[in-house]
């Protein structure tokens, strides 16, 4: 159906959903960046590679400055804190270990084509990602946190890490230039727990359904994983916008 010819019952849906959206990422704008707020999980493997195709889209618009917010997201909110065996994960989301594989091949395809490595054979446990996100939470005051997701997504798509288990999390902070015995110590406490599971429980209030969800300066709401030419010209679009009112 044409965007033109939406019933109107939808478009009002859609706006409810914008606004929604655009009150929950309001955030000052850096002057002469455009602000780009991120709503995705570590183990989303369409935000796996559309955490590439944003750095392809950055790469498209090199006279702008672009200030990222990393949220958080739950993709599967019902997984144990502890984790759950992969098979079992796939036969109660997908149906079935054979469903999932066909559907893993387009996305290893993707992947490859973004100069990403996909092996879910070698993935045998389904975390659960808030720790995940508290340590992203956390390299905001140590490191650059696209780094530290980087390489948590990296453990669990390309090596099959269990990113529940604390000893991953932990090395994964050391490797990304953070203070290991200090996450050590946070991990093992209730640091942000509430914090992070507000925030993600805000997405989805917010109407986020899917990810990965990009919010370009507070108004320009993309979805999905759409190629760095769509990305960049959303940034574009958003720093035009920012100019004008600037002007």
Request: hydrophobic share 40%.
């Amino acid at each position: 159906m044409a965007a033109g010819s939406l019933h109107p019952d939808i478009c009002a849906r859609l706006d409810a959903i914008e606004s929604k959206v655009v009150a929950m990422v309001e955030t000052p704008e850096p002057r002469g960046a455009v602000h780009v707020d991120v709503v995705s999980d570590v183990v989303c493997p369409w935000c796996y590679i559309g955490k590439r195709r944003l750095e392809g889209a950055i790469a498209l618009a090199p006279d702008i400055d672009v200030d990222i917010n990393w949220r958080p997201y739950f993709l599967n909110d019902w997984i144990p804190r502890e984790g759950l065996d992969r098979q079992t994960y796939l036969e109660t989301k997908f149906g079935s270990v054979e469903r999932y594989g066909v559907i893993a091949e387009r996305i290893a395809a993707a992947a490859a084509m973004e100069g990403l490595v996909y092996n879910p054979d070698k993935i045998a446990r389904q975390p659960n990602t808030l720790d995940c996100h508290r340590l992203i939470l956390w390299s905001r005051s140590a490191t650059d946190p696209g780094r530290v997701k980087q390489r948590l997504m990296e453990l669990y798509f390309a090596e099959g890490a269990d990113l529940s288990d604390p000893k991953v999390l932990i090395q994964a902070a050391v490797d990304c230039g953070m203070d290991g015995e200090l996450v050590r110590r946070l991990l093992a406490s209730d640091a942000d727990v509430d914090r992070i599971e507000s925030d993600a429980n805000s997405a989805k209030e917010a109407g986020i359904d899917g990810v990965p969800c990009f919010v370009f300066g507070g108004s320009v709401i993309v979805t999905g994983a759409q190629s760095p030419e769509y990305l960049a010209s959303a940034i574009e679009r958003t720093s035009g916008r920012h100019s004008r009112l600037r002007a």
